[in-house]
Structures are given as C-alpha cells and as structure tokens.
C-alpha cells in the first residue's frame, strides 16, 4: 500500500513547484520503464510513462487507449504488463475473463485491468464478455445484465459502468473492431537479461507520488488540444497529447512522431485487408461498368476467380462489404444487384486503404444489354444481394 506520510510530501511539493513535479515524475517513470522491459522504440517508453500518468487523470478524459502486448511467447509481455499495471491507478492482474469479477472491479472500484490471456478474444467470446472488452475504452459505456428476472420488465436489468485503462497480452491477434480502439506493441527479441523480478514493491514510490499528482490537479482541466491524428486514433491519443502539456511539454514532437507511426501502420493494415482487396478489384473493373453500375455478381466471381470452392465469397457477403463501405447500392435490368460507380468515392476509399495507386485495367465496357455486367437500373437503391 501507499504510504500516507511518502504521499502528503509529494503532495506539498507538487502544489508548490507543479511544472518540475510533474517533470521529474516522467523521467523516472521513464526510467523504470526501461529498466523492465525491452521495447520496439524509444519512443514507446514514453508512450508507457503518459499512459501510466494518464490512468491518474481519468477523471478529465473521454477515452483511455488500450494497450495491447502482441508477440509470439517469451518476449516479455507479461513483464511489461506487470510493470504497467503495479504502476497504475487501482491496477489489477488477470489472467482469465471471469465477468462477474471484471464488472464490479470496474463498476465499483475503477480499476485498470491487465488481461494476461493467451487468446484474449476467443476467451471473451466463450465466456460473453466481449462487450466488456470493447468498451472499456469510452467512457459512459455500460453493459446491461439481467440480474432480477423476477422483477419485470425494466427492473430487472442492471447497467455497469465498465470504462477503465486496459492492458492486454496476447500471443494471438485481436478482433479488429477491438483493434481500432487499442494501440498495438509488438514486443521485440530481447538480448538483455533482466535480474530483478516485476513486483508491486517496485512501483511503490512512483504510485505515491503519482497520486500527490492527481490530488494536486483534482478540480482542474487538463491543457487543450487538438485530436493528434484522425478518425479513433486521434480520439484514444488525444488525452495522452493533453498529459504530456501538463508534465512534459518536450516530448510532444516525440510522441507526435509515434502518432504518425501508428497511422502507417494501420494504413499498412488496411491495405492488406477484405476490404481493400474488393477495393482493388472494383477499381480493376471499371471496364464493366454499364450506366454508371458495376454488377456484385462481377465482383464476387474475378474476386473467386483462382479461390478453392471452401474459400470463396457469397454474393452476399461481398454486397454486404461493399454497403459498409458506402457504396451506393442499384439493381441491374434483370434484377441483379450493382453497386454506384462513384469515380470520387472511390478516389477517397483508395486514399483511405493506402491504395492511392490506381490499377490499370484492360477490361472493355460491355455495350450490350444481357452481357455480363448486364443494363443497371439506376432508378432505386436495392437491399443486399440474393442472387
């Protein structure tokens, strides 16, 4: 536990002289962070050090970024983790995803949780907690529960609060959607032998004096700024970018560098997934456009093409993808389902996938009606595909 006389010395000192308070309490964070853990990047011990900071602010924010620990076994993980955790507000290990357990010390204490899971996301879906994972990151989600069914409707429900800072380690990949609200570390091999063990012990003075910092800021706002990036990125970052005004303004240009890092690699990810695949091949066959309409049916069979029968997509579900990514949708003359050949949308879902470079494609338009890409009906918009 905290020591109260360590706590209210730190306190005085804070109120006193805030801006080298807060300072000196980053470097050291920084400081312990590299003496337990190799990581990818310097940069990324002083994204641990705001994060760790942030979690005593919560209070201020909207959102808290997920970490998320990615590798293969043996790469320290945990020990990250566990260095992460032992420093942060209310930290708490877990290595399973009992629910019950996960929402009150959410609901009731405002813990950080680090979930130490081989599979994370398998694990949530067997135990149905993956609501809880996905939105631990906002603050005002709630999770229902039915807890007193015999009370009736509306009086049998309880909503728990679940928002608090989270830190996964998984060997295995994460759902996407789960991805987007987390920041991904890729541990790296390590050639360094660390000799001392993670243990709470090891973190007891900075806690203490991080918590003088939260009681010297209690009632404040933090600085303003800007979303560092757009989209979710720029909305999990932005509290960190406020942090780091409060106690170390030099180390925005750094933190910014690694936004931009960020931001390449999930364009690099973007560029490789479904959706950009069907992207690429919508923009292949602009060739068969007729009216202004492209064929799902077309899509769906260049996209099967060279796939073995197990692997191939449904008409369905390629309709279905190309809706969620906008694209408007249109029946052809004999009632197939096409997509709006949007030259600009697609421009921008180009950019927005990391595919900027156009293909070329040698496909000729179809002139005649009953051809393969068929005579679009451009009168109204169609629900998915049956065909």
């Not at 209690?218 to 932005?238: E, F, V, Y």
Request: glycine fraction near 6%; charged fraction near 25%; include cysteine.
């Amino acid at each position: 536990m905290p020591r109260v006389e360590r706590i209210t010395h730190a306190y005085e000192a804070c109120c006193s002289d805030p801006t080298t308070f807060g300072r000196t309490l980053y470097v050291d964070i920084v400081r312990y962070f590299r003496e337990i853990s190799d990581l990818p990047s310097d940069l990324y011990y002083d994204f641990l050090a705001i994060w760790a900071l942030h979690t005593y602010l919560l209070d201020k924010v909207q959102y808290s970024p997920i970490i998320c620990l990615f590798s293969v076994p043996e790469r320290g993980k945990s020990r990250t983790g566990k260095g992460l955790v032992y420093l942060a507000y209310r930290g708490i290990h877990v290595e399973s995803l009992r629910e019950a357990y996960i929402v009150r010390a959410a609901e009731n204490f405002g813990c950080s949780i680090f979930f130490d899971v081989r599979n994370v996301w398998k694990k949530a879906e067997c135990s149905g907690s993956e609501d809880i994972l996905l939105h631990r990151f906002e603050k005002g989600a709630t999770v229902p529960r039915v807890i007193y069914p015999e009370r009736g409707p509306h009086k049998d429900t309880v909503y728990y609060s679940i928002f608090g800072p989270t830190i996964i380690a998984t060997n295995e990949g994460i759902d996407k959607i789960l991805e987007t609200r987390a920041v991904y570390i890729n541990m790296p091999v390590s050639h360094r032998r660390f000799e001392n063990d993670v243990v709470p012990e090891g973190a007891q003075e900075l806690k203490e004096r991080l918590i003088a910092l939260r009681a010297c800021h209690m009632g404040r706002s933090l600085p303003d700024a800007q979303k560092p990036s757009a989209g979710r990125l720029g909305d999990i970052l932005k509290p960190l970018l406020q942090v780091i005004r409060l106690v170390s303004p030099q180390v925005e240009q750094g933190f910014l560098a690694l936004v931009r890092m960020l931001e390449r690699d999930r364009l690099i990810e973007k560029s490789v997934s479904l959706e950009a695949e069907i992207l690429n091949m919508v923009t292949n066959l602009q060739g068969q456009v007729w009216h202004g309409y492209l064929p799902v049916k077309t899509i769906a069979d260049r996209l099967n093409h060279d796939l073995p029968e197990n692997s191939r997509l449904t008409y369905q579900r390629v309709g279905r993808i190309l809706a969620a990514m906008g694209f408007r949708k249109g029946r052809t003359s004999d009632g197939a389902a096409a997509i709006h050949y949007d030259g600009n949308h697609i421009l921008e879902m180009l950019e927005a996938y990391g595919l900027e470079e156009t293909p070329e494609t040698s496909e000729t338009p179809v002139a005649q009606p009953g051809a393969t890409a068929g005579n679009p009906d451009v009168s109204g918009d169609a629900d998915d595909t049956d065909d």
